[in-house]
């Protein structure tokens, strides 16, 4: 992902968490000391067979996903440390931690999956598969490793796809180091530095800025994936937090996104799609998935992370929405709405999109196809109808009752 601010910006975007909304995977030893921390987004695509051809279920890890007791902090040279996340109807995935010299590392990923659980795998012939592979995760002992880029792990009809990985093995107290590794991918993105603007409002020391703030300009963005433009997006983008200030009273901070200052990156498989925007120290994330079912799009998920200002109780400030359901379309259709449409992320933070024209996964010679307007626009289109209508039909009835009363007043008068 391309990052502003050189490393500062791409270690605040690191941070950002999808699935797991609140703590992160924990494993403990006996005596109750963390010795595993982890919180990352994982999705899957499982090709498998029904007894009439193959078939792909494509899903993510839930936010209901749990540390199963199998995991263990192992024993010093006998035993490595293994986290083992489970969900659903028997499926898992393991992480076989090792260490060598000042490093530790991911030896072994291993995804277990039960192709009798028809929620997954509708139409399946049964039976549990398990693959492994070793994924490119390695660390500096006492670093917590951090990659908020996307990597594809591909194992035999199996593709697990890990993005905005925060994880440490060997934890020494209880807690993610302050030092950290930040992963090869993240480094190459954040050599592209992009100049600031000064487009950001003063914050307040109310909820409601004196003034409402101007509408911001609509950026073009896009994601191309390996077959071609994945995710394509106009819109103008406003973030506003509000937040509580060190002398106990509220600031609000309102930051519209400059598009010629916004960098964008991406990436997208056939059901997942990430939008990554990053404007000055903010960070926007959008997360879209597909319905097989309904064969529609939507977003999923917002992570936003920024800085806010030094008199901010928590400067360094996070949130995260992964149960929405928001720019909904059908695939190979586009989504349209030229009102403000208001995303709430938490009970204080929204991102406001403006004029959003998007549409992803299926888009065909980069251009937007058949337009699905949001209610919003809908509603303001009937409104005028309706008032129209009613306008009318009121000079209708008076045209009726001049008419009525012309006649009888006519009747009146008798011919000489």
């Not at 929620?119 to 002992?141: C, H, W, Y």
């Not at 799009?297 to 008199?311: A, K, R």
């Not at 403006?354 to 888009?363: A, D, L, M, S, T």
């Amino acid at each position: 992902m391309a990052r502003i601010g050189g490393c500062e910006v791409l270690q605040a975007a690191a941070m950002l968490v999808f699935l797991q909304m609140s703590s992160a995977f924990e494993v403990k030893d006996e005596g109750g000391k963390v010795c595993i921390i982890a919180n990352m987004s994982v999705s899957f695509s499982v090709k498998y067979s029904t007894k009439s051809h193959q078939q792909v279920a494509n899903f993510t890890l839930p936010q209901n996903a749990k540390v199963l007791t199998n995991s263990t902090c192992g024993k010093e040279k006998l035993l490595a440390p293994v986290l083992v996340i489970g969900f659903g109807k028997g499926h898992s995935l393991k992480m076989n931690f090792t260490k060598a010299s000042k490093q530790y590392s991911v030896d072994k990923l291993t995804f277990l999956y039960n192709l009798s659980d028809t929620s997954l795998f509708p139409n399946s012939t049964g039976g549990t598969k398990e693959v492994s592979q070793k994924p490119n995760i390695q660390a500096d002992m006492d670093t917590r490793y951090k990659c908020f880029s996307t990597s594809h792990i591909d194992t035999l009809n199996v593709t697990i796809t890990l993005s905005n990985v925060t994880l440490e093995a060997y934890v020494l107290n209880n807690t993610l180091s302050k030092n950290e590794t930040v992963c090869d991918a993240d480094k190459t993105h954040s050599t592209t530095a992009v100049p600031k603007t000064t487009t950001q409002t003063p914050s307040t020391t109310s909820q409601t800025p004196t003034t409402p703030p101007p509408n911001p300009a609509t950026g073009k963005y896009n994601v191309t994936g390996t077959n071609g433009t994945c995710v394509l997006a106009h819109m103008g983008l406003q973030l506003n937090v509000s937040y509580d200030k060190k002398d106990r009273k509220t600031g609000l901070e309102v930051l519209n996104f400059a598009p010629e200052n916004t960098s964008f990156t991406g990436s997208c498989d056939s059901s997942s799609a990430f939008l990554n925007l990053t404007f000055e120290k903010t960070a926007l994330v959008f997360h879209f998935l597909l319905n097989t079912s309904t064969d529609k799009f939507f977003l999923q998920g917002v992570t936003v992370n920024t800085t806010l200002p030094s008199e901010a109780t928590t400067p360094n400030f996070e949130a995260v929405n992964n149960s929405m359901n928001e720019l909904r379309a059908t695939v190979g259709n586009s989504f349209k709405c030229s009102a403000e449409e208001k995303l709430r992320v938490e009970d204080r933070v929204f991102v406001n999109v403006f004029n959003v024209w998007v549409q992803v996964f299926k888009i065909n010679g980069n251009k937007f196809g058949a337009v699905e307007e949001c209610q919003l626009d809908e509603n303001n289109m009937v409104i005028p109808i309706i008032v129209g209508a009613a306008l009318a039909g009121l000079v209708l009835i008076v045209l009726v009752a001049y008419l009525i009363g012309r006649k009888r007043s006519h009747a009146g008068y008798q011919t000489i």
